[in-house]
């Protein structure tokens, strides 16, 4: 199939401010520190109210941002997507769109097509995929929702700071109920490696938790959607994470991040890397009320096939990545 890729549609200024490139280190800081340090908040202020300390009244008051957050629900945000803009000051990003025959973002916005816009790798914190958003058609910022592991949605603080992009769960009811609706509302991004990914990947090598992921690939059939793969390079840099110990495990248990994260300093704040976002094209699925396990294995292969040719297509555009190979379990 002939493709034709937008490079440039999105990309860095050339030579940013020193104004702009600070804000965006604060922005993107913000996002690492809150993911950091959210959860830990939550268990110390379980703490405080078990053993009432130091005192009833304190622990209390040491309470309430996480009451005021459980209570209040999370809320997609336009506005806050354009106060987070400069982080594409901060990071060198790019895009790359495979647009022909199809362009998903045009298919997308006319109410013709829905898809499963699915992301890898996850990365400790996936500011490739941020910036995406920050930089996405005006009609799609605020309403492309993000499916998130329950977890997620109910960890206070972290719900309403990620909560800007707009969350759903990412169980099958709730999924297929949005790929029901029209437009932008009804398409869906998936991060299909989830918090088993996330203690995979390093630096030097790219590790995909994909082959056992076969249940977006059934729901797409069933529901007659497409599936576009999409890569995230630079989400691997920008942060490292910690992979061993207790809390690496109680992570993977209670799908959220309690384990430490590091770049800048070895503090949670993110590395200035180069980002690129690169989306191949639909995979042309069929709609498949019922489809059998040959049919989910076929294109759960045709999947797989996409995700390594993207990244090795476009690898060389980013320093970091011209050595790594790409490993997929």
């Given amino acids: 199939m002939e493709r034709t890729k937008i490079q440039d549609e999105h990309k860095s200024p050339p030579n940013p401010s020193t104004f702009r490139w600070f804000l965006g280190l604060l922005v993107?800081?913000?996002?690492?520190?809150?993911?950091?340090?959210?959860?830990?908040?939550?268990?110390?202020?379980?703490?405080?109210?078990?053993?009432?300390?130091?005192?009833?009244?304190?622990?209390?008051?040491?309470?309430?941002?996480?009451?005021?957050?459980?209570?209040?629900?999370?809320?997609?945000?336009?506005?806050?997507?354009?106060?987070?803009?400069?982080?594409?000051?901060?990071?060198?990003?790019?895009?790359?769109?495979?647009?022909?025959?199809?362009?998903?973002?045009?298919?997308?916005?006319?109410?013709?097509k829905n898809y499963l816009l699915v992301f890898q790798p996850h990365g400790a914190l996936s500011f490739t995929g941020i910036t995406s958003m920050v930089t996405a058609p005006q009609a799609m910022k605020g309403?492309?929702?993000?499916?998130?592991?329950?977890?997620?949605?109910y960890t206070p603080i972290l719900k309403h700071v990620l909560g800007i992009f707009g969350l759903i769960s990412a169980s099958k009811s709730s999924m297929i109920r949005t790929l029901k609706k029209k437009g932008v509302e009804g398409t869906i991004v998936l991060y299909v490696g989830g918090i088993a990914e996330l203690f995979?990947?390093?630096?030097?090598?790219?590790?995909?938790?994909?082959?056992?992921?076969?249940?977006?690939?059934k729901l797409a059939l069933q529901q007659g959607v497409d599936v576009v793969p999409v890569y995230l390079f630079g989400n691997t840099n920008a942060l490292s994470v910690l992979k061993t110990g207790f809390l690496a495990a109680i992570s993977r248990k209670l799908q959220i991040s309690?384990?430490?994260?590091?770049?800048?300093?070895?503090?949670?704040?993110?590395?200035?890397?180069?980002?690129?976002?690169?989306?191949?094209?639909?995979?042309?699925?069929?709609?498949?009320?019922?489809?059998?396990?040959?049919?989910?294995?076929?294109?759960?292969?045709?999947?797989?096939?996409?995700?390594?040719r993207i990244f090795e297509k476009y690898k060389e555009k980013v320093p970091e990545y011209k050595h790594k190979k790409l490993e997929i379990i």
């Fill in 28 to 112: 993107a800081s913000t996002f690492s520190m809150v993911y950091f340090v959210a959860p830990f908040y939550m268990l110390t202020v379980v703490f405080a109210l078990v053993f009432k300390y130091p005192s009833v009244e304190i622990a209390w008051m040491y309470a309430i941002p996480m009451i005021v957050s459980a209570i209040l629900p999370p809320m997609a945000s336009p506005l806050a997507l354009r106060l987070i803009s400069p982080l594409i000051d901060y990071f060198d990003y790019e895009e790359i769109h495979e647009t022909s025959p199809v362009d998903v973002q045009k298919e997308i916005l006319s109410n013709n």
């Fill in 143 to 153: 309403k492309l929702p993000t499916a998130v592991a329950d977890a997620l949605l």
């Fill in 200 to 217: 995979l990947t390093d630096e030097t090598d790219e590790r995909l938790y994909l082959r056992k992921r076969k249940g977006f690939i």
């Fill in 258 to 308: 309690l384990t430490y994260i590091w770049g800048k300093w070895y503090l949670p704040i993110p590395r200035d890397c180069k980002l690129l976002y690169a989306s191949g094209q639909p995979l042309g699925m069929p709609h498949i009320l019922d489809p059998s396990q040959a049919d989910i294995d076929k294109w759960h292969e045709k999947y797989c096939s996409e995700v390594m």
